[in-house]
């Protein structure tokens, strides 16, 4: 039986550790207390439920825990790929991939913590004519 699905090129959630490391020790320090290990877990359920598919010709940005919110676009639109990486980024390999349309200012989607964004500019660039 076969589908007309199409290819899925990439699909990842941010990591804990490589979104914000400052972060991530500070609650990890705090887990002898209770209010670290809530807070690890909330983080943790809110990347869980962050996603970024590259799916056929889309790009998909899902995030949301209690309410949600979704971006598609099709990557012949994207106009422009920004990657940003601050110190404790670079340390860890990831960064904030940001993706924008000439149809829109600013960003469209912009998320943080990925590892290797520069793996997603190129699946990206790839698809586009």
Request: net charge neutral; charged share 20%.
């Amino acid at each position: 039986m076969t589908t007309d699905r199409p290819e899925v090129h990439f699909d990842e959630s941010p990591s804990m550790a490589r979104t914000s490391p400052g972060w991530f020790l500070l609650w990890c320090l705090l887990c002898p207390v209770v209010i670290g290990i809530v807070a690890l877990v909330v983080w943790h359920l809110l990347l869980r439920n962050t996603r970024l598919v590259i799916e056929g010709d889309r790009v998909l940005y899902r995030t949301g825990l209690f309410s949600s919110r979704e971006s598609e676009i099709r990557a012949e639109d994207v106009r422009n790929v920004e990657i940003s990486k601050t110190f404790w980024q670079k340390l860890t390999g990831t960064g904030t991939l940001s993706l924008s349309t000439s149809g829109q200012s600013g960003m469209e989607i912009e998320i943080s913590g990925l590892a290797h964004p520069e793996r997603v500019r190129d699946i990206v660039n790839s698809l586009r004519p």
